[in-house]
């Protein structure tokens, strides 16, 4: 939520009223991200009630870390061209 309200406080601010084309589409990328989140989540939450944990889960929770690592690098394009304090960080060992 501060992310989200504080970037449309910028956006406000900058005078965005929905024509900056690129912003648009990188939101449009994120909303498109999570929700092949949501449904990969949904999908493995079937899983764990049947107790079936075959190839297609196992594909599934790989691409949830795949997905993540996408949706970092648009968030982290979104903070850049607004200006923004918030930076998406990602470190995994």
């Excluded at 996408?70 to 990602?90: F, L, M, W, Y």
């Amino acid at each position: 939520i501060r992310e989200l309200d504080e970037l449309t406080k910028i956006l406000l601010t900058l005078g965005n009223t929905g024509k900056d084309e690129h912003i648009n589409d990188l939101s449009a990328q994120l909303r498109a991200v999570n929700e092949e989140l949501w449904d990969i989540e949904n999908f493995k939450r079937s899983c764990e009630h049947t107790q079936t944990f075959e190839q297609e889960f196992l594909r599934a929770a790989r691409d949830v870390y795949l997905k993540n690592d996408v949706r970092a690098r648009i968030k982290r394009d979104i903070n850049q061209r607004t200006g923004s304090t918030i930076v998406e960080e990602k470190s995994h060992k």
